[in-house]
């Protein structure tokens, strides 16, 4: 990969140039952040990170924008946070997109939306058996962060936390998504995902945000489940084994 945020004019220090580096990095793994949870990230003072930011801002790599607010608003304007740019992202090995979306155009030509629609999920079930086998060895309560780790493996930077004010669930994070540029074009891409996130955990879940439409991270919602809705699942899978490896929609 790539450094991200190098100097134009002249080739900054080795030191210089990978903390920046390291800035940047920390922002595609955690999603759109302050200068003051990145100075605690990469150990840094937050005015030298602010150092690295405005270079990483004036390189096009980073963009300032006000704090997302889900659930109710606090008085006081929303903290400032710093999110990838799509430069950003191509720092990161994010490749073959013209490829990828030529490939799917033609799909869409020639069979139409709903070839389109069937290749996206053919897609996601051809990795049912790991993420299956990843989310069935958690505890119910883990699920969510069992399909986390996985996506990690797979590239996606994915966090699960708990979701915000009264809402009764967790939020599923993907930081980065290797074909997010592609997804741009093909909204498809990430409705099959959708489908594929509700199949494995076994519940409706919702799509909040996607870095395809511009946000600085995917969200989705994933409601908390009771245990007898868990029991209800299980009885569910058993009865439909022979089908694990199927399109998930």
């Not at 801002?57 to 710093?82: L, N």
């Not at 799917?104 to 290749?119: Q, S």
């Not at 004010?165 to 599923?172: A, M, N, T, V």
Request: glycine residues 6%.
């Amino acid at each position: 990969m790539k450094y991200v945020g190098e100097a134009p004019q002249e080739e900054l220090a080795t030191g210089e140039r990978s903390t920046r580096n390291r800035v940047a990095r920390s922002i595609l793994d955690h999603g759109p952040s302050t200068a003051a949870d990145l100075a605690k990230r990469v150990g840094l003072t937050q005015a030298a990170v602010r150092r690295h930011l405005d270079a990483l801002v004036s390189d096009d790599v980073v963009e300032a924008r006000e704090q997302r607010v889900y659930g109710a608003r606090t008085r006081g304007r929303p903290a400032k946070v710093f999110a990838l740019t799509d430069c950003g992202r191509d720092a990161f090995d994010q490749s073959y997109d013209e490829l990828a979306a030529d490939a799917l155009r033609w799909i869409a030509e020639t069979g139409g939306d709903e070839a389109l629609v069937a290749f996206a999920r053919a897609r996601m079930a051809s990795q049912w058996e790991t993420y299956r086998a990843a989310v069935d060895s958690a505890a119910p309560e883990a699920r969510t962060e069992a399909l986390a780790k996985a996506l990690s493996a797979d590239g996606y930077a994915a966090t699960a936390r708990s979701a915000p004010g009264p809402q009764q669930g967790e939020q599923l994070c993907q930081h980065h998504c290797p074909v997010a540029h592609v997804a741009e074009q093909f909204p498809q891409l990430c409705e099959a995902e959708t489908e594929f996130f509700s199949s494995l955990l076994g519940t409706h879940v919702q799509r909040l945000a996607t870095l395809a439409h511009g946000d600085g991270v995917c969200t989705t919602f994933v409601p908390r489940s009771s245990p007898a809705a868990h029991t209800v699942q299980q009885t569910t899978e058993s009865a439909s084994a022979s089908t694990a490896g199927r399109n998930p929609a």
